[in-house]
């Protein structure tokens, strides 16, 4: 019989997802067919995966989270792994993907109207299918699991506990303080039939003597009866972001901390209002030497050495945005190496067309920024799909050859106005200096992010530092994270 788990929170990023990749990799160490699952995610940061059940398509999206878990579960992750996909698009208004495909854009109050039976009833099926194939399910929840205004349609939380017959692990977050308020304050208000689920609760991103916490720990296992299993010390495995909230402040780094500054460089990434796939920008900040620094648009580019334009969820109002701030100069006038990737390359293009945007005109033409020959014309086709490309290095990607991997999620087509290079897939192009691509995944491709990273040090005329040796995956970071930390004996079969 299969066994599920639900990770559940006492709010929004108190490290469950940390938690779930954790534990999903220490069974499948373990030998067990393990398989995570999120009944509803809320993410603009998504990946292209094989659907499953009865579609025409062979692709869909999920949100990145459940696919990271599913290459900590050592599984190929599908559809089913999160079927209810919620992607904001500003305005109060998100895109509906269910069991991977797009189905429209509401507001919240119309989708919990319209739409809720038909979502709860794919998120079940779903898990069906999951719980069929796989001898434990490791569920994630989403915000808190004792949202009382909340609790009727509370498809992650509420109702997967229910239909899954799950047992429960609450997760508190003690770095921003009241974590023990927030324990037993999430015991008392959730459902009586889910209180009774919860199985243990764990502290996490604690930092000092875990002895000082030895009193409120007592005090929550008297007054609530449930154990404390484990207490994770404050540490990033580098797992890639659900969502913006955890991107640094303006200027915020990530990065190499160690390298001397002369071998030192810093990758630019403009955070766009409704940025998404900015996990795009990960692989990079996990090479020696090289920081990335998010950056606002009212930010200079003086300081930095190459730029990266991530994806939007809304590329012309971004665009607008940029404008606005006066960044589109900023990057007019950059002279080092710069990348767009989706929605960035399309706002690198000299024009947008059919751009549903008021006051643009008649004939709803956007100009862009101007530093590729390109132009991209919307439609109401998405393109969603895992591709494989012929990589023929030009621009700031010259010296990178081979195939490369990745997937593409978006809408519009683009094409050259004048000669240019294709430097990633038939949609890509690249002149001296500046390339774009649809390829979301780019730098996880070494050939790319190697020769990416070599143009950078020899525009900015510095020496690369050497390649640090046995560096710990963030799946691995994970799961010793939890498993040095966590009694797990009585909860899932990891002994």
Known sequence: MTRTLLVAGTASHVGKSTVAAGLCRLLAD???????????????????????????????????SQYVQAQAARMTPTTDTNPVLLKPRGDGESQLVVQGEAVGHFE????????????????????????????????????????????HRDLANIETARFADADVLLVADIERGGAFASIVGTLELAPDDVTDRVAGVVIT??????????????MVEERTGVPVLGVLPYDDPELPAEDSVALPENGGLRGDDD???????????????????????????????????????????????????????NTVDDLLALREAGFDAELDEFDGPLVGICGGYQLLGERIVNAHVEGVGDERVVTGVG??????????????????????????????????????????????????DRPVGPESAAVEGVAGTYLHGLFENRAVREAFVDAVYESAGRTRPEEKPDRRTPYDAAATLVGDHVTLSDLLPVA
């Open 30 to 64: 373990r030998g067990i067919d393990v398989a995570p699952f999120k009944a509803q995610n809320m993410s603009n940061n998504a990946r292209a995966v094989l659907t499953a059940g009865d579609t025409e398509a062979e692709w869909g999206e999920i949100g990145v």
């Open 108 to 151: 919240a109050g119309t989708y919990y109207e319209r739409h809720w039976d038909r979502v709860r009833e794919a998120a079940e099926e779903s898990y069906r299918r999951l719980a069929d194939a796989h001898d434990v399910v490791v569920a994630e929840g989403a915000g808190s699991i004792a949202e009382p205004n909340l609790r």
């Open 205 to 218: 991103k604690f930092r000092g003597d875990r002895s000082i916490l030895e009193p409120g720990i007592e």
């Open 259 to 313: 390298a001397p500054p002369d071998r030192t460089v810093t990758i630019g990434v403009p955070t766009l209002p409704r940025v998404s796939n900015f996990t795009d920008l990960e692989p990079l900040a996990r090479v020696p030497g090289v920081r990335v620094a998010y950056l606002s648009l009212s930010a200079s580019l003086a300081d930095v050495d190459a730029v990266v334009v991530p994806g939007t969820k």
């Open 371 to 420: 530093r590729l020959p390109v132009e991209t014309t919307f439609s109401t086709d998405k393109r969603v799909e895992a591709v494989t490309w012929d990589v023929s290095g030009a621009g700031p990607l010259a010296g990178a050859s081979g195939e490369v991997s990745g997937y593409e999620i978006h809408m519009g087509d683009t094409r050259a106005l004048r000669a240019v």
